[in-house]
């Protein structure tokens, strides 16, 4: 039956050119493309090559000068702080950005510049992208959460110019000094930028380096406003780092035109949100849904955003998402399932529900991890709104699946994300690359080109960009997902074929955990899986095998192993669980079995896998976990 998905659907993948030209006219540039899509250097495809745009332009000039000036561009609402709480429009965000820009390029920020933000959910964190956007400049935001180390591996690939942070963040009661941890990475880097702007929070008053460190606000005060720089289209507008199989982080590099045209068709499209609706997105700035759901898409399509420093529990109660949405009129919600399973744990009833009018509330939107069907039936009882979950990645930038409430609703199958958003052509296959049969699980793979908006390629280094996504299944990208595609079309995505595990939503590598617990002088091996967690989805736990003759005792070096991912990692690794065994399972090959240790951990079925050494070991590791309260069944 045609209906407006399928319409757009056909149309994205048999006319690309077509489809996404016509939403390019969304958009306000300064130079037309030669031509929408350039495959003659594929892999390496460009969109828009020959346009010149800007995005903070058409984030926030365009709207200002157009009549939306006096409109909210940005709420912040902030628990943490004592309930504070600032509301700037178009023309104040506008001013503010142009400002900050200006005392960017007093520091000798330019085009083509890096630029790191490590800052707490603040408006100026928001401010300091926008502002990199004006001036061509390219922002890297890294995660509050990770430590000086992970800070100082990004500091060495991206080589900024210049550091935006701010004295500190607050994790509910407690004050995350920044300042000790920015040094911290600085010194640890051989790159050194050549300013740091610290925005100063009261929470905490630091001494700045004299010489390399400068108060935003002080800044601020001289600072002659900076107008939009030309960019090209294809010009680089930010990196995100993202975990891989390593420690070493991928840089995933995202251009200015491809960018702008996808989000804003997706506010629409997908989020049905139009220009002085009110959009939240419940996560962070340095994640990318935070990068494209907090600060570009919303602003692109001329809605109100907003920026929450609290927790969906804690801050005060479970009723805090409820008071959101009703103070600030908020018509759509994007978060993780994670917090509504938080929610959920303190208010099983949804009692708090009924202290705040959310009739101006029409959509909630999951993503970051599969929504469990009990989560999923819960939002929509207490809610009584579509709950919509959506599949994506960093590398993609927007959603990959989604049920597309601007173009055509579709009943919602629970552990589905529902359908291909247009654009996108995703496929089954084994791991030769044969299609598989509707319902067969099988790896999730992309029919190249993809559509605008997604990876370029990564920081400095094309050749691990095609040798991790494209070169395994030639003309297809690899999600590293592993799925489904039923006989109706819905997809569901069932589980990682790479050693990332999803932590609260958060992407982690176990692999960049088991270096750090390797790096333990009495450890000889070591293994982390992700097990099944009720509230985060899934948590590390970690297998260490001993030296011989090792005399301290078990506890003490599980303890060190936790306080070493906490201090090179950070807190958010959450990485708590840990157990000595004698030995790993391997198979005869030497390959350790992580597949097979976390289905004996979640009390999954599992077949011994038949290539295994010496099958005794996994009754050693069984017993080493229902130690520590896992593998409870047999
Ligand atoms: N700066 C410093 N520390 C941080 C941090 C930040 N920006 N963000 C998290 N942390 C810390 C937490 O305080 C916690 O520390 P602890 O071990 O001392 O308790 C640790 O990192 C783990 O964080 P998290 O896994 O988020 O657990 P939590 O108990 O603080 O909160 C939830 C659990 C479910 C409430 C929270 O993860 C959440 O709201 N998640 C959903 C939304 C989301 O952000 N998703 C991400 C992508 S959409
Ligand atoms: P990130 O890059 O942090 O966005 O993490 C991307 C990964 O999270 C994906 O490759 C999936 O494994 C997982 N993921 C994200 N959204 C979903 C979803 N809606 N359903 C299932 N898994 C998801």
Same mark, same amino acid.
């Given at each position: 039956m045609s209906n407006n998905y399928n319409v757009a659907y056909k149309r994205s993948l048999a006319d690309p050119e077509g489809f996404w030209g016509d939403a390019a006219q969304e958009i306000d540039w300064i130079k037309k493309w030669n031509r929408v899509l350039?495959?003659?250097? &594929?892999?390496?495809?460009?969109?828009?090559? =020959?346009?010149?745009?800007?995005?903070?332009?058409?984030?926030?000039?365009? *709207?200002?000068?157009?009549?939306?000036?006096?409109?909210?561009?940005?709420?912040?609402?902030?628990?943490v702080t004592g309930n504070t709480k600032k509301t700037y429009t178009y023309n104040q965000l506008r001013d503010e950005?142009?400002?900050?820009?200006?005392?960017?390029? &007093?520091?000798?920020?330019?085009?083509?510049?890096?630029?790191?933000?490590?800052?707490?959910?603040?408006?100026?964190?928001?401010?300091?992208?926008l502002a990199c956007a004006r001036l061509g400049a390219i922002h890297s935001v890294v995660f509050g959460g990770f430590a000086a180390h992970e800070l100082a591996v990004?500091?060495?690939?991206?080589?900024?110019?210049?550091?935006?942070?701010?004295?500190?963040?607050?994790?509910?009661?407690?004050?995350?000094?920044?300042?000790?941890?920015?040094? /911290?990475?600085?010194?640890?880097?051989? *790159?050194?930028?050549?300013?740091?702007?610290?925005?100063?929070?009261?929470?905490?008053?630091?001494?700045?380096?004299?010489?390399?460190?400068?108060?935003?606000? &002080?800044?601020m005060v001289d600072a002659e406003p900076a107008e939009c720089v030309a960019?090209?289209?294809?010009?680089?507008?930010?990196i995100l780092y993202t975990s891989g199989t390593t420690g070493e982080p991928k840089g995933i590099v995202r251009d200015n035109g491809g960018h702008m045209v996808a989000l804003k068709w997706t506010m629409k499209n997908i989020y049905n949100m139009n220009p002085g609706d009110v959009y939240?997105?419940?996560?962070?700035?340095?994640?990318?849904?935070?990068? &494209?759901?907090?600060?570009? =898409?919303?602003?692109?399509? =001329?809605?109100?955003?907003v920026f929450y420093e609290g927790k969906p529990v804690g801050t005060p109660d479970a009723g805090a998402f409820w008071r959101m949405i009703s103070e600030h009129s908020i018509k759509a919600l994007f978060t993780a399932p994670t917090a509504f399973r938080a929610i959920k744990r303190q208010d099983p009833e949804g009692k708090l529900i009924a202290d705040y009018d959310i009739s101006c509330f029409e959509t909630l939107y999951l993503a970051g991890e599969r929504t469990d069907?009990?989560?999923?039936?819960?939002?929509?009882?207490?809610?009584?709104?579509?709950?919509?979950? *959506?599949?994506?990645?960093?590398?993609?930038?927007?959603?990959?699946?989604?049920?597309?409430?601007?173009?055509?609703?579709?009943?919602?199958?629970?552990?589905?994300?529902?359908?291909?958003?247009? =654009?996108?052509?995703?496929?089954?296959?084994?791991?030769? /690359?044969?299609?598989?049969?509707?319902?067969?699980?099988?790896?999730?793979?992309?029919?190249?080109?993809?559509?605008?908006g997604t990876l370029m390629t990564l920081w400095n280094a094309d050749e691990r960009y095609l040798s991790a996504y494209l070169n395994e299944f030639p003309g297809y990208y690899k999600t590293s997902d592993a799925g489904i595609i039923d006989e109706d079309g819905y997809i569901s995505i069932m589980?990682?074929?790479?050693?990332?595990?999803?932590?609260?939503?958060?992407?982690?590598?176990?692999?960049?955990?088991?270096?750090?617990?390797?790096?333990?002088?009495?450890?000889?091996?070591?293994?982390?899986?992700?097990v099944a967690d009720q509230l985060k989805g899934q948590l590390p736990l970690g297998f260490l095998v001993l030296n011989v003759g090792v005399s301290r005792s078990n506890d003490d070096i599980i303890a060190d192993v936790i306080k070493m991912v906490r201090l090179k990692i950070g807190p958010v690794a959450a990485f708590k669980l840990a157990t000595v065994i004698e030995r790993l399972p391997k198979t005869r090959s030497g390959k350790i079995l992580r597949g097979t240790m976390q289905k004996i951990a979640d009390s999954a079925d599992y077949k011994m896998p038949a290539t295994i050494d010496d099958p005794v070991i996994l009754d050693e590791i069984r017993t080493a976990l229902q130690s520590i309260g896992y593998a409870k069944r047999a």
């Open positions: 350039d495959s003659s250097n &594929s892999p390496f495809y460009r969109w828009f090559p =020959g346009a010149q745009c800007n995005t903070c332009y058409n984030a926030l000039d365009r *709207h200002a000068d157009g009549g939306r000036g006096d409109q909210a561009a940005l709420i912040y609402d902030s628990p950005v142009a400002k900050f820009a200006g005392v960017l390029r &007093s520091h000798g920020v330019t085009k083509g510049d890096r630029v790191i933000i490590y800052m707490p959910m603040i408006p100026q964190a928001a401010m300091a992208m990004r500091i060495d690939d991206a080589k900024p110019r210049v550091i935006v942070s701010a004295t500190c963040g607050i994790e509910t009661n407690r004050v995350i000094e920044y300042i000790p941890l920015l040094n /911290g990475a600085i010194e640890l880097a051989t *790159h050194k930028p050549d300013k740091c702007i610290i925005f100063s929070r009261p929470e905490c008053e630091v001494e700045l380096d004299p010489v390399r460190d400068v108060y935003w606000q &002080s800044a960019v090209a289209a294809t010009d680089p507008l930010y939240w997105t419940a996560s962070d700035v340095g994640w990318v849904v935070g990068h &494209s759901y907090i600060v570009y =898409g919303p602003l692109l399509q =001329g809605c109100t955003t069907p009990d989560t999923l039936h819960w939002a929509e009882d207490k809610l009584a709104v579509p709950v919509i979950d *959506h599949w994506w990645q960093t590398e993609t930038g927007w959603a990959i699946a989604a049920n597309c409430m601007g173009l055509h609703p579709f009943p919602v199958k629970p552990g589905s994300p529902t359908k291909c958003v247009p =654009g996108w052509d995703v496929q089954i296959v084994d791991e030769t /690359g044969h299609p598989q049969v509707p319902g067969t699980i099988g790896e999730i793979v992309i029919k190249l080109p993809l559509p605008p589980a990682r074929t790479d050693d990332i595990i999803n932590v609260a939503g958060h992407r982690l590598s176990t692999g960049g955990m088991e270096e750090v617990l390797a790096e333990h002088p009495d450890v000889a091996e070591c293994a982390v899986i992700g």
